[in-house]
């Protein structure tokens, strides 16, 4: 995975987010940033084609490891692939905050590190 070339593509994806509406809660702009996310990928046919991006997809832990839900995650799940692991095809996860102090910042990053060591995650943006 080129990753010059996704950081590239965030911030195209970024710059969708036109409205201050998307600012005003993590849901709203993590909706549309998906949805301008897929239309970029697709366009520029960067992943396989059963790669999917998932909101708060939920983590079983006996499954994956963690129970720990992402805000978005890009990968390719279990039972649209050959695969038989879940820590394979996992490419980006994305977790977003409205408001964060010091220590709730710290915890989500924490976090990342988790999801990073159970799934495999290539790159992961806070």
């Known amino acids: 995975m080129d990753s010059e070339l996704i950081i590239k593509v965030i911030i195209e994806a970024l710059?969708?987010?036109?409205?201050p509406r998307f600012f005003k809660t993590e849901r709203g702009f993590q909706g549309r940033f998906a949805c301008a996310l897929y239309k970029i990928f697709d366009a520029k046919n960067i992943f396989q084609d059963d790669t999917i991006i998932e909101e708060e997809y939920q983590k079983r832990i006996?499954?994956?490891g963690t129970k720990l839900r992402p805000d978005l995650i890009v990968h390719v799940p279990?039972?649209?692939?050959?695969?038989?692991?879940?820590t394979e095809n996992n490419f980006i996860v994305f977790a977003f905050k409205k408001q964060a102090n010091e220590?709730?910042?710290?915890?989500?990053?924490?976090?990342?590190?988790?999801?990073?060591?159970?799934l495999h995650i290539h790159?992961?943006?806070?």
């Open 78 to 86: 279990v039972e649209s692939s050959h695969l038989s692991s879940r």
């Open 15 to 19: 710059k969708h987010m036109d409205s």
């Open 123 to 126: 790159l992961a943006y806070l």
């Open 62 to 64: 006996k499954p994956h």
């Open 103 to 118: 220590g709730r910042a710290k915890e989500d990053f924490e976090k990342l590190n988790e999801l990073f060591e159970k």
